[in-house]
């Protein structure tokens, strides 16, 4: 795995498809980065064609999906092109001690994308934490968020190992580019968890924090991860499955009955004091908000099939007695 020369962690972002590209090129500010607790930064743009790519982006961090041009919104189109790159994506951009892949879930390429990276991450056992943004503003995007979202659980069975997964959905309170400085805000908090700079925490409790079913008894599975910030657990997060805590050392890290497993580090006193009003820091892997996005989403999906075989075609206007020319056209 590739280290940062000074031995500070790397987060590597892999940003795929439109969406992904939108929310990587915001952190492009924190490339290079070196700051007292935070791992680096380095964001990757993989896409099948260029029109989310910003002219500011360079080209060694761009990676195309040779001879396609977008996947305009069908899941299908290209994930055997797609399939065909994922080895080659991560020779070229090594994994870091942390690993996102991020996209959203509801177009053609991103959430192809994202999930084949998921899966070859996995399969080299570095330490990945997905990033989906749903849409259900179509039916055909409601339908790829869901199919999407069954994807990361399937690869999660095939691989027998967990896929953690920060989801959120586009929706009228919270508009695209709300959801967008939320996910790049949070990807922020993840390189703090990275830095390799908190004491107490090794690489080896952040992989098993992600690979849960090592330390606890909960099987390989999709699960969410909430992000809990001095505050109290909501109930909605279900089981909670393993927790990384980030607390400077007199805080108290103690969240409720015993967990499973918890890992806890302490942040250097060097970081920005700012940061201490936000300890402890609890990133929780729990299964409650997964189900939940289920649920919703596989309803949803039924409502539109439903919708569907109900609907009255319109009546065929073209009959035997109308005579078009051999090019369609009626004169
Ligand atoms: N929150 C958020 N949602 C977005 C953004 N861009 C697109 N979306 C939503 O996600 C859906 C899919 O868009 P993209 O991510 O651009 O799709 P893609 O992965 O590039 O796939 P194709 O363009 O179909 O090949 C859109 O229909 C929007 O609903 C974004 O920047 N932020
Ligand atoms: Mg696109």
């Known amino acids: 795995m590739e280290k940062a020369t000074n031995n500070k962690g790397k987060l590597r972002v892999y940003a795929c498809g439109g969406g992904g590209v939108n929310i990587g090129y915001l952190l492009e500010k924190y490339r ?19 029109s989310n790519i910003k002219a500011e982006i360079k080209e060694e961090n761009i990676y195309l999906i040779p001879d396609v041009d977008g996947s305009g919104k069908i899941r299908a ?3 055997l092109a797609i399939a065909g790159c994922a080895r080659n994506i991560l020779q070229q951009f090594k994994p870091g001690d942390l690993n996102v892949v991020l996209s959203t879930a509801a177009g053609g390429s ?15 056992d570095a330490p990945l934490i997905a990033i989906a943004i749903g849409s259900t503003d179509t039916t055909l995007e409601a339908e790829n968020t869901y199919k999407t979202l069954l994807s990361y659980e399937s690869i999660s069975k095939i691989r027998s190992a967990p896929i953690v997964l920060y989801y959120e959905q586009n929706n009228e309170k919270l508009n695209r580019v709300g959801v967008n400085n939320s996910i790049s805000l949070f990807i922020t908090k993840l390189t703090m968890l990275a830095s390799r700079e908190n004491a107490e925490l090794d690489t080896r409790d952040i992989r098993n924090w992600l690979r849960f ?41 103690r969240i409720g009955p015993p967990l499973e497993y918890q890992c806890n580090g302490h942040v250097p006193s060097s970081i ?10 609890h990133f929780i892997v729990c299964d409650g908000p997964v189900k ?38 009626m004169l």
């Open 110 to 124: 991103g959430s192809v994308i994202a999930p084949l990276l998921a899966s070859e991450l996995l399969a080299a």
């Open 213 to 253: 079913d090592v330390p606890t008894s909960f099987g390989p599975q999709l699960a969410s991860l909430a992000f809990i910030e001095k505050q109290d657990i909501p109930k909605e997060l279900g089981n909670l499955i393993s927790v990384a805590t980030l607390a400077t050392e007199e805080a108290n890290i």
């Open 32 to 50: 290079g980065l070196k700051e007292p607790g935070f791992a680096e930064l380095d964001v990757v743009y993989i896409d099948t064609s260029r």
């Open 292 to 329: 939940q996005t289920f649920t919703e989403l596989k309803a949803l999906v039924k409502e539109i099939e439903q919708g569907r075989a109900a609907r009255k075609q319109r009546a065929e206007v073209l009959t035997p007695e109308h005579k078009p020319t051999d090019t369609g056209l």
């Open 77 to 79: 189109e290209n994930h």
């Open 272 to 281: 920005d004091p700012v940061m201490h009003n936000t300890m402890p820091i």
